[in-house]
Nanobody, 121 residues
């Protein structure tokens, strides 16, 4: 069983920055090395959307709406996933979730509880 815990959300003004973190844990010997990790967002009344993913090979993927503004990264030693967000705008307001699975695919097996990001004008 894998546990994911997000942190770093908050309220910022448009144009501001935030860095989200996701701490992954599991049974003895657990590691995120080689696994796909991703960030997803869900705004009120909308479906969950994939924001960014980073494969076990460290290949990255970004949604068009965040390219050039968000950077996903991972620390396989610390079992941490990060999302650096800059130039935030109102449309970035959402609950952000991290997820993990063996492969980068539409559905992920493990999910965190989410951290709220609110951007105001």
């Amino acid at each position: 069983q894998v546990q994911l815990q997000e942190s770093g959300g908050g309220s910022v003004q448009s144009g501001g920055s935030l860095k989200l973190s996701c701490a992954a844990s599991g049974a003895s010997g657990f590691t995120i090395r080689g696994y796909c990790m991703g960030w997803f967002s869900q705004a009120p009344g909308k479906e969950r959307e994939r924001v960014a993913t980073i494969a076990g090979t460290s290949n990255t993927w970004y949604a068009d709406s965040v390219k050039g503004r968000f950077t996903i990264s991972r620390d396989n030693i610390k079992n941490m996933l990060y999302l650096q967000m800059i130039s935030l705008n109102n449309e970035d307001t959402a609950m952000y979730y991290c997820a993990e699975d063996r492969w980068c695919q539409p559905e992920y097996k493990y999910w965190g509880q989410g951290t709220q990001v609110s951007v105001s004008s």
